[in-house]
């Protein structure tokens, strides 16, 4: 099986400007979870889709929004981005149910610069 | 709030053990995970323990679990070279969200 892809796996922004990030789960996953890794604040959880639904949400500002699509494809986007949003965003999927207790599979992060 | 804590570092000598800890602070915590992240990857699920567990042992890692000191540690047996990588504790919070401690970087000395 293919692992979680995430694309693109570089990308470099001004402030001011918006950015969309893609991820790819696992075949036969509905689950999509979105987390923002930093060296000061770790790995932080930005929110889950579960069959094109939002299930859960981290503490971000209104400028981080995602979606999902049928094929359980998510995308993230960020609006108006800021100096701090300069991050490794990581993709993780599930096969579904609860989060906890079954095996997150995380993909290779995208690295977002933001200048 | 919620809240997981590791220390940021440890150097280990190749063939030694390697012990990471973490607290945690929400004890309605149900699972509770380690992960690797090598450099330029993202984050490998190593092994995870129930709360209703003490102990976990999967060849060279095992897991404790203190839940009255919400205490995690792992061990990595006979620590190789390609056990250099970040070590992730988390824990399950409330709404189903998982909680991530800031990872420990461990550091292999030959």
């Known amino acids: 099986k293919a692992g979680v892809t995430q694309t693109p796996r570089y990308l470099i922004k001004t402030r001011g400007q918006q950015v969309t990030l893609s991820c790819s789960p696992i075949?036969?996953?509905?689950?999509v979870s979105w987390y923002q890794q930093t060296p000061g604040q770790g790995l932080q959880f930005l929110f889950e889709?579960?069959?094109?639904?939002?299930?859960n949400k981290g503490n971000f500002p209104g400028r981080f929004s995602g979606r999902q699509f049928s094929n359980s494809r998510s995308e993230m986007n960020v609006s108006t981005l800021e100096l701090g949003d300069s991050a490794l965003y990581l993709c993780?999927?599930?096969?579904?149910?609860?989060?906890?207790?079954?095996?997150?599979?995380f993909g290779p992060g995208t690295r977002l610069t933001v200048l | 709030g919620e809240d997981v804590e590791q220390s940021l570092f440890l150097s280990v000598r190749e063939g030694d053990s390697s012990v990471i800890n973490c607290t945690y602070t929400?004890?309605?915590?149900?699972?509770l995970y380690w992960y690797k992240q090598e450099p330029g990857a993202g984050l490998q699920l190593l092994t995870y323990?129930?709360?209703?567990?003490d102990m976990k042992q999967d060849q060279r890692l095992t897991v404790l679990l203190n839940k009255k000191d919400k205490h995690l540690s792992l061990r990595i047996a006979d620590t190789q070279t390609g056990d250099s990588a970040i070590y992730f504790c988390?824990?399950?919070?409330?709404?189903?969200?998982?909680?991530f401690g800031k990872g420990t970087r461990l550091h292999i000395l030959p």
């Open positions: 988390a824990v399950t919070g409330r709404d189903d969200k998982i909680i």
């Open positions: 929400d004890s309605s915590s149900t699972y």
């Open positions: 323990i129930f709360s209703n567990m």
């Open positions: 889709y579960f069959s094109e639904t939002q299930r």
């Open positions: 993780a999927s599930s096969p579904g149910g609860q989060i906890g207790g079954n095996e997150q599979f």
């Open positions: 075949s036969g996953h509905r689950s």
